[in-house]
């Protein structure tokens, strides 16, 4: 009785007014990453706080979660790659689209860390973890350049082949007889 009575102490007097905090703070990181000010959105302006400040003081709540998401983003777009990479697995996603884009960014961090075999390895993950027409030839499509940057002719074939089969209503699959062609 004792635990029972802990758990939803924490979840009911702890958890929830700390959420509700987290999603007033989060909204103007929200408007600047909107507009595109990274930056801004990153690390806030002074009188609102950015995605790395709500992560670290709300990372318990979803909204905090979710910042970790958005701070690997802005991260990424800023050219602080490893930062990306640290917030991005942070990520908890539970969100099966957000969690492929997060995955998908990460293999893009490691791509321009010049990384490239970890990164390829994010891409084939991101392009399993929720089989859709959006993020998987996306990640397939991503995953067949880095193999041919690397000289694996093979796996980049199969990449694109899994697109013209698996997907092909995808925008992805318009072109993708050229890349076969090339492998």
Do not use: H, W
């Not at 694996?152 to 699959?173: D, G």
Request: hydrophobic share 40%; glycine share 8%; net charge negative.
């Amino acid at each position: 009785a004792v635990i029972v009575a802990l758990f939803f102490g924490y979840k009911y007097l702890i958890l929830a007014p700390k959420e509700k905090e987290a999603q007033k703070q989060i909204y103007a990181a929200e408007q600047f990453f909107a507009r595109d000010s990274f930056k801004l959105a990153l690390n806030g302006d002074g009188n609102a706080l950015g995605f790395a400040q709500i992560a670290d003081n709300f990372g318990s709540t979803k909204t905090g979660n979710l910042a970790c998401y958005y701070a690997g983003i802005c991260n990424l777009r800023l050219g602080s790659f490893e930062k990306a990479i640290d917030f991005l697995k942070s990520y908890d996603a539970s969100d099966k689209i957000v969690g492929t884009l997060a995955t998908i960014a990460i293999g893009d961090a490691y791509v321009e860390l010049n990384k490239l075999e970890d990164g390829a390895d994010y891409y084939i993950k991101a392009a399993n973890m929720d089989k859709n027409m959006f993020t998987s030839p996306n990640a397939f499509m991503k995953a067949g350049g880095v193999y041919e940057a690397l000289g694996k002719y093979a796996e980049a074939l199969e990449a694109y082949n899994t697109i013209k089969k698996e997907y092909p209503k995808s925008m992805e699959a318009r072109d993708i007889e050229k890349y076969i062609a090339r492998d």
